[in-house]
């Protein structure tokens, strides 16, 4: 394995076509990804960058250089961070036992400075409201912004059939 690990630092450093050089297993995070999740992964897999996904399209990149900068200009706190994902935690709780709330995907809720962030596609308006209602009687939230579409559901449900 020496010999392989060496192999592998020799055409990271000579190589002169992109697909030799480049990362194939990256490490990516949807927008609704907090600042210590992203933290989390960047000392996890020992990376500097995280590209931004959403709906499996790149929308952008943080560094740790962009952390940084955050956290020192006081911007963010981690006890901010801990009171969104309890609010979150909260919500995908009570939306568990809602048949209405089958099919909603997880990555399409989530929580910002104490709002609601809800995308993604719903089957109906009175599911629309009713997600509206169960997020605004959520303990913490200050604000729900619904960016919801009416359409046909999609497959993969939030809380699978027991």
């Known amino acids: 394995m020496p010999n392989s690990r060496a192999a592998a630092d020799y055409v990271k450093s000579h190589a002169r076509r992109v697909a030799d050089i480049m990362t194939r297993n990256v ?66 709780t009570e939306l568990r036992p809602q048949k209405w709330a089958g099919l909603l995907n997880e990555a399409d809720i989530f929580v910002s400075d104490g709002v609601v962030h809800l995308w993604g596609v719903v089957g109906s308006k009175e599911e629309r409201q009713a997600l509206r209602i169960v997020a605004e009687n959520t303990p913490g939230v200050r604000d729900v912004d619904d960016h919801t579409i009416l359409g046909p559901l999609r497959p993969g449900p939030l809380f699978p059939a027991i």
């Open 27 to 92: 490490v990516t995070v949807e927008e609704c990804a907090t600042l210590g999740e992203i933290a989390g992964l960047m000392e996890q897999h020992r990376i500097k960058r995280v590209p931004v996904v959403h709906d499996g399209k790149l929308v952008g990149i943080v560094s740790r250089a962009d952390l940084l900068r955050i956290l020192t200009s006081g911007a963010a706190s981690v006890s901010d961070e801990d009171g969104d994902r309890s609010i979150r935690k909260r919500l995908l």
